[in-house]
């Protein structure tokens, strides 16, 4: 399976939340942004590391479910979202 970082730069999101319609990872933080939570999606059982400081929320998974990050990331009007695959 790909492991693979999904970050949001805090400072490009708006609070759109396109993303969140596309991988039910994403949600809404306390401070109005899109952040990530491993454990909101109802369907899967989903493990991932969460960094969050000021600048940006780091999140990175092992999983079969790239392409969901990905769709969320493409959704993003403002790019705030990438994901890369990282070598294990």
Not at 30 to 59: H, K, M, N, S
């Amino acid at each position: 399976m790909p492991r693979y970082d999904v970050t949001i730069e805090k400072d490009a999101c708006d609070g759109i939340f396109a993303c969140l319609t596309r991988d039910p990872r994403f949600v809404e933080g306390e401070d109005g942004l899109a952040t990530i939570d491993p454990g909101a999606d109802p369907v899967y059982d989903c493990e991932g590391a969460v960094t969050d400081t000021d600048e940006r929320v780091v999140a990175t998974f092992d999983d079969d479910r790239i392409d969901e990050a990905r769709r969320a990331a493409a959704a993003c009007p403002t790019d705030a979202i990438a994901v890369r695959e990282v070598d294990e």
